[in-house]
């Protein structure tokens, strides 16, 4: 395409295969309106397996500095199809053992429990509509 060649494929010859989710990994607390949780991480284990990616710097050891963007990390998970891929979120976010700073992860997994998120029938408002539920 840069050098103005037509593309070999069609978007109608590129399958679409499988569901993939993205949660955003921040150093931060829900529960107290999203506060920056800046700290050391003084426990770090990361989940994997099929269909698991962790994207981040961070290491045990690290401080996270109050200066900058509160994500420490992204968990990107697929699946065959939703179900799976909540499934094998809800495993990878258990597994995520990340201590000494608070973080984003109770507030996916409590995501993923809800109905609305589990068939897709949410919208942009819908995340502040389920933390007013909580006050």
């Known amino acids: ?9 069609k978007q109608e010859d590129v ?6 989710m ?3 990994i921040n150093a931060e607390d829900p529960d107290q309106d999203f506060m920056p949780s800046p700290g050391e991480i003084t426990a770090l284990e990361v989940p994997g397996g099929p269909g698991v990616r962790v ?6 050891g690290y401080t ?24 094998r979120s809800n495993r990878a976010l258990r597994e995520y053992r990340l201590e000494g700073i608070k973080t984003t992860i109770p507030l996916h997994l409590r995501l993923l429990q809800e109905d609305a ?14 933390l007013d539920e909580k006050d």
């Open 15 to 20: 399958p679409f295969v499988g569901h993939a």
């Open 22 to 24: 993205e949660f955003r």
């Open 1 to 9: 395409m840069a050098s103005g060649e037509p593309l070999s494929l």
């Open 64 to 87: 996270i500095p109050p200066f900058y963007d509160s994500m420490v990390g992204k968990l990107v998970v697929w699946g065959l199809d939703r179900e799976e891929a909540i499934h």
């Open 117 to 130: 998120f589990r068939s897709g029938a949410y919208h942009t408002g819908y995340l502040e509509e389920l």
């Open 55 to 60: 994207d981040s710097a961070i290491y045990q």
